[in-house]
Structures are given as structure tokens and as C-alpha cells.
């Protein structure tokens, strides 16, 4: 039973403790994560959150969804299972075991 949330167009201000209150009035919440960028280790607009049951998640979705929450009408809904994406091997240069010469 899935009872994960994605939750988008959040302001950059919000913290995962002002994210638990909001949805914890909709029943209890086992986890918020807040996705942040790794470069300026600030928000990047959007989290999961996971609920204790699937009647609190669909509270909260019914509830939140296009609610407006410090200036920014929320998107809520159920988190999508992630999907696959191709490994890339980075790198180039000459090919292995090819040496040269400096010259």
C-alpha cells in the first residue's frame, strides 16, 4: 500500500517541520523528505511525504491539492514509483590501455 505523496511548487522557505505540521493535520506523518540541490544545499520547490495510512494520504491530497500555502498553490498528489533511467558511463579520452608520448 502506497501512501507516498509528492508535494510540488513549494516555497523555497519551507522547512520539513513546517511540511510535517501541514499534512500531520490530516493524520500521522512517518516521513517528509525535502529535496535540495546538492550544489547551493538549498530547497528545490518540491518533497515527499509519506503517511501512516491511505485514508490520511487521501485527506491530505483532497485536502492540500491546489491549496495556497505561503504564496504558492500546492500540488499534491500520490508519488509515482521511480522510473528507470539508462546508466551513462562519463568520460572519454583515449581508449584504455593507450598511452603518449610527451613530446
Known amino acids: ?5 509528492y508535494v510540488g511548487n513549494l516555497s523555497f522557505d519551507m522547512s520539513e517541520v513546517e511540511l510535517r505540521d501541514l499534512f500531520s493535520e490530516h493524520g500521522q506523518v ?3 523528505a525535502l529535496m535540495m540541490d546538492r550544489e547551493t544545499n ?22 492540500l491539492d491546489g491549496k495556497n500555502v505561503a504564496g ?3 500540488t499534491v498528489n500520490e508519488a509515482r ?8 558511463t562519463g568520460g572519454g579520452g583515449g581508449r584504455k590501455g593507450e598511452r603518449y608520448d610527451r613530446r
Do not use: C, W
Open 42 to 63: 538549498r530547497p528545490r520547490g518540491f518533497a515527499f511525504v509519506t503517511m501512516d495510512s491511505k485514508d490520511g494520504m487521501d485527506a491530505a491530497i483532497r485536502q
Open 72 to 74: 504558492r498553490n500546492l
Open 1 to 5: 500500500m502506497n501512501t507516498k505523496m
Open 30 to 32: 512517518n516521513e517528509v
Open 81 to 88: 514509483p521511480r522510473e528507470e533511467r539508462p546508466s551513462y
